[in-house]
């Protein structure tokens, strides 16, 4: 005799003769969204942090700049390379000098020493306005005198991560 086959009902019989079917459980779920969120919670301050690190070597490197270029003029100047204006003290006038560049005295041709392509942009500011001090002035003063650009600083009023103020770099 043949046995014959009964076939089954209910979830067992559909499961048996039908391709398998895959998923996630609502807890399943809810366990991987609660991961995401908590990684995300992590993430998000250290990409906080990093924004600001990258911000502060580009004040760095602007500050450095313009400070370098500062000091070159003023060992031109120094060297009788280019002509004092009477109370500069051998510094440039304004920042504006250092990429407009000043006659050089001993060029015949009018050529001109230029120190800087473009003022560099304050990161913290997102200006290319900086804190200037002449010579004259108080090492902390935020009011510049006017007679020259003997150093600069930023304006903003924000604290670095190592907690000074960016203005006293």
Not at 34 to 50: D, E, F, G, K
Not at 52 to 66: A, F, S
Not at 77 to 104: C, F, H, I, N, W
Not at 128 to 155: I, P
């Amino acid at each position: 005799m043949r046995a014959e086959r009964i076939p089954e009902s209910g979830a067992r019989g559909r499961a048996a003769s039908g391709p398998a079917q895959g998923g996630l459980t609502l807890v399943e779920l809810i366990v991987a969204v609660t991961l995401l969120a908590i990684l995300s919670m992590v993430a998000m301050p250290l990409a906080r942090v990093q924004l600001n690190r990258e911000r502060e070597r580009e004040l760095r490197r602007g500050l450095r700049e313009i400070r370098t270029a500062i000091d070159k003029y003023k060992d031109a100047a120094d060297r009788g390379m280019v002509q004092v204006k009477l109370g500069t003290e051998g510094y440039p006038e304004s920042l504006e000098v250092l990429v407009e560049g000043v006659q050089m005295t001993n060029s015949p041709e009018g050529k001109r020493l230029k120190l800087l392509r473009r003022i560099p942009q304050d990161p913290m500011t997102n200006s290319t306005e900086w804190g200037l001090r002449s010579y004259q002035d108080e090492a902390d003063s935020t009011a510049s005198g006017g007679e020259n650009v003997f150093d600069v600083y930023t304006r903003s009023q924000g604290t670095a991560l190592d907690g000074s103020k960016y203005s006293e770099w």
